[in-house]
């Protein structure tokens, strides 16, 4: 099995889908061994087995899957291991619910947090062609982008009113333990974490805590890969 | 058991949280044999014995519990009805998500289409009162706050993107059939319905698909309730 990351200059995972896959693979206890390859922008030609240029992807023998929510349907309907990804229908149904909103709500102002800071961490070959899509899809420059991004936090601060009300009940957004919905917040949380030195979460803001306990699952996993300074 | 409801002039029931309430006893099993006590804006004093000045309240011999969640985990740790309410601590963390984003994130959008209609269906003693708490929340006359509403409406629908990709793959938010988090959104489906001739959907939205659904459940049940004219 091999598992398709985006990569910055320094081999930075910082693909919020690509975290989702990856905690996931943990979750399963699959995340060790599991092979990674490194994709940087300028890199899609490595993925032109999978006739698309978007990572994540997992390569299982023949099987070819893009998109991170598809990757964890298809370890959880390949791989029976215990705890499952989804533990009922509806709890996968949920799942998908948080999932998309974190990809409609949560993700667009975390990108108009950090994605001046983005230029940074990747590859210097890749600066031209991230600067100038990313300013042609925001219609400005991605300084003008983050320039008020303190209100941008606010924002996410009142966005992210849902997940403040589990974890008032719950130490996660699963209940007990850890799902996918977890993964995919966590997932927007890490590509801020490592992309950019500007905290997406105000210093009193519970949803801190439950990032602490994220940052510690898996014996650390996300916690090993380098942040920058906050 | 007494369950108290916010109504109109007309005995209409338009709480949004009074539906979810509503529903839920019907997903128990409970809601035609559960007494209803209709309570006008003007009618408080009839929620003393509380000691709060919300609906819904559900009062079970010596028991009085309110707010719409705290009901829902009252009636599934009491009465041990099936189907249940929460499948699973996972379960009822993720509907705990999905009523807390309703509240935050639905609720303020749709209350911005229908607020001025809602004078027309409480009764005439309210609508001072109605008129004056709801104008100084806003800041503006109620004529102005639904003024753009077709603006608001598609700002709802990119809100609703979640709902859309759940119902995508699955009949009910719930999965295979209607749960806590359907109530929780249908309740403030049904809150626009009764008070509004305004419809919260687009005519080409997939949602109103899953609302015809949810208008069928439990014999009809909401498609009884009057609703205005579309």
Redesign the interface.
């Known amino acids: 099995m091999k598992f398709y990351d985006l990569s910055g200059a320094d081999n930075q995972r910082f693909s919020p889908f690509g975290w989702r896959v990856r905690m996931s693979l943990a979750h399963l206890g699959m995340e060790e061994n599991t092979e990674v390859a490194l994709v940087k922008f300028s890199q899609k030609d490595k993925l032109k087995f999978s006739g698309q240029k978007l990572v994540p992807i997992l390569r299982d023998n023949s099987a070819i899957i893009s998109d991170s929510w598809r990757i964890a349907e298809y370890l959880e309907n390949n791989y029976t291991n215990q705890p499952t990804l989804f533990?009922?229908?509806?709890?996968?149904?949920?799942?998908?619910?948080?999932s998309?909103?974190v990809?409609?709500?949560v993700h667009p102002l975390i990108a108009k947090c950090v994605v001046r800071d983005i230029i940074d961490v990747i590859d210097p070959n890749d600066r031209e062609y991230f600067r100038r899509s990313r300013e042609h899809r925001f219609g400005m420059s991605l300084e003008e982008v983050v320039a008020n991004r303190e209100e941008t936090r606010t924002l996410l601060k009142?966005?992210l009113?849902?997940?403040r009300?589990?974890l008032e009940?719950?130490p996660?957004?699963?209940?007990?333990?850890a799902?996918f919905?977890d993964y995919s917040v966590f997932g927007a949380i890490m590509w801020a974490r490592i992309t950019s030195s500007f905290d997406i979460l105000e210093q009193d803001d519970p949803i801190i805590d439950w990032r602490e306990r994220m940052l510690d699952l898996y014996n650390g996993l996300a916690r090993k890969e380098t942040a920058r300074e906050h």
Chains 1, 2 share one sequence.
């Not at 533990?87 to 948080?98: C, H, L």
């Not at 996660?172 to 333990?177: I, K």
């Open positions: 533990s009922s229908p509806t709890d996968k149904a949920n799942e998908k619910f948080v998309s909103w990809d409609s709500q009142q966005t009113f849902p997940v009300k589990v009940l719950n996660f957004l699963g209940g007990a333990s799902s919905a």
